[in-house]
């Protein structure tokens, strides 16, 4: 890595971004799952920045308890403070704890990445609130007068006394998407709100990322043994169904669903689809914060054929260059290079590099990182 860690650093020259540091991870044996999803948290800035901070904040945990939060937070530190520019980090202690905690991990058959984002975000926001409740009963303990945040009327209600904790997790990646269902009868809306850390969207042959959102926001009927209990006609109703993004979150991560189950195969089967996924995305079918605008940093790309072996990649947008990072390996691309991977317009072609993870960061008026 020496040779490509020194050309990267000739190819950026006096571009080379002041304090960032462009590491490779080594691969420990189909970590390649871990590691390019690794890297597109790494180019997430603001997730990155609130780690970091975490991790400054807790020096005195080194003695606690080790778990996926501090290994993470020890790894982003090593990263950030080498000395050398480029190079190959072993993200040892982070993938034998990965491993130690999830028996889905510990095998070296050939994992997904997207369940490994999920699992690792999940993990994180857990990890979080426990530190958080901990704090706050030792807080109850040494002081018992409680303060009632938004009057009275939040304490009782249904037995909670509180709102659940937004982490700095949350405020990255949380969405809230709200569920929608008319009864065709009475015409009334019943709208039901949940979170989302991701979206997994379905996917069709040239498409675009624009018409998978449209699809996943299409009206529904519900009819024949589908009906819907309307509560206010107190009966089956036929109605109409709909999924909105209500409140769309700081940093959008979108899964395109390649890997789908055949029924007459019986098996999994990947779907090489052309999906065009563009550098600038407006979503426009939400309920707040109408026309929120996105701008692409990071894709995590399935290399391979089929579901069940392959390699993960990762393309990363770092100020203003982009990235390919494979594993070790770290160079510079054209921003042009990106399209290679929407996927193929035929079934059968030789290229299998394919998007799969999309990571979006919101544009507030100026330029992302």
Known sequence: MGAAGSKLEKALGDQFPEGERYFGLENFGNTCYCNSVLQALYFCVPFREQLLDYYSNNKNLADTDENLLTCLADLFMQISSQKKKTGVIAPKRFVQRLKKQNEIFRSYMHQDAHEFL??????LVDILEKEASAAKSDQETSSPTEKIANGPTSVHANGVKKEPLVTWVHKNFQGILTNET?????????????TFLDLSLDIEQNSSITSCLKNFSSTETLNAEDKFFCDKCCSLQEAQKRMKIKRPPHIL????KRFKYIEQLGRYKKLSYRVVFPLELKLSNTVEDADAEYSLFAVVVHVGSGPNHGHYVSLVKSHNHWLFFDDENVEMIDESAVQTFFGSAQEYSSNTDHGYILFYER????STS
């Open 118 to 123: 999920n699992y690792l975000l999940n993990e």
């Open 182 to 194: 008319k009864c065709l009868r009475c015409e009334t809306v019943t709208a039901r709100d949940e």
């Open 253 to 256: 991560v979108i899964h395109l």
């Open 363 to 366: 544009v507030s008026n100026g």
